[in-house]
Nanobody, 115 residues
């Protein structure tokens, strides 16, 4: 019932910035806990950032560099990524979930950090 459409990935040099978008349809992102995950080849899926109500949480590897935010008017969740490092290279996925409502995943967006 909820579709999550991601955009904003691409190739960026180390130290650069990207903003990922996750646009929801079928329900309001304000009704859900929103998360960003990433997965690099041969590695486990990693939780990058979470926003629920007014609280945010970040993986230690991205803390201070990444910011998760919601725009309820646009029904979109963002991941602002600054000071990108080669180890940030991965496929990034957004996830929406709420107790007794289920979970939904975006299609994934490739982020490559390389010179």
């Amino acid at each position: 019932q909820v579709q999550l459409a991601q955009s904003g990935g691409g190739l960026v040099q180390p130290g650069g910035s990207l903003r990922l978008s996750c646009a929801a349809s079928g329900d309001n992102v304000g009704n859900y806990n929103m998360e960003w995950y990433r997965q690099a080849p041969g590695k486990q899926r990693e939780l990058v950032a979470t926003v629920s109500t007014i609280l945010t949480n970040y993986a230690d590897t991205v803390k201070g560099r990444f910011t998760i935010s919601k725009d309820n008017a646009k029904n979109t969740v963002y991941l602002q990524m600054n000071n990108l490092k080669p180890e940030d290279t991965a496929v990034y996925y957004c996830r929406a979930w709420r107790i007794l409502r289920g979970e939904y995943w975006g299609q994934g967006t490739q982020v490559t950090v390389s010179s």
